[in-house]
Nanobody
């Protein structure tokens, strides 16, 4: 069992940077791949980035590649999402999720555990 808690969401201005954290409980967290998703009200949940259990492999959605960076510190049971050059359209609730699967990490159905989300609001 893994419990995930996101933090770091805030109200920022366009062009600012923000780093989200996903803290996990559970001794086996290092065995899980982790993904970040976001959802704006009225829209479907969108995949952003994922990282393999070791951190050796990362995946990004085209919409955030080059602006967002995912990383992890398994010693601290934490995964990060560094977000740069934020835009108003990045406004959403951001979720992290964990899976023992090593494939299709851009698909929500692959993930077994989800956090409660953290709000990011980008003003123009």
């Amino acid at each position: 069992q893994v419990q995930l808690v996101e933090s770091g969401g805030a109200l920022v201005q366009a062009g600012d940077s923000l780093r989200l954290s996903c803290a996990a409980s559970g001794r086996t967290f290092s065995m899980y791949a982790v993904g970040w998703f976001r959802q704006d009200p009225g829209k479907e949940r969108e995949f952003l980035a994922a990282i393999s259990w070791s951190g050796a492999t990362t995946y990004y959605a085209h919409s955030v590649k080059g602006r967002f960076t995912i990383s992890r510190d398994n010693a601290k049971n934490t995964v990060f999402l560094q977000m740069n050059s934020l835009r108003p359209e990045d406004t959403a609730v951001y979720y992290c999720a964990a899976t023992m699967s090593g494939s299709y990490l851009d698909e929500q159905y692959e993930y077994d555990y989800w956090g409660q989300g953290t709000q990011v609001t980008v003003s123009s």
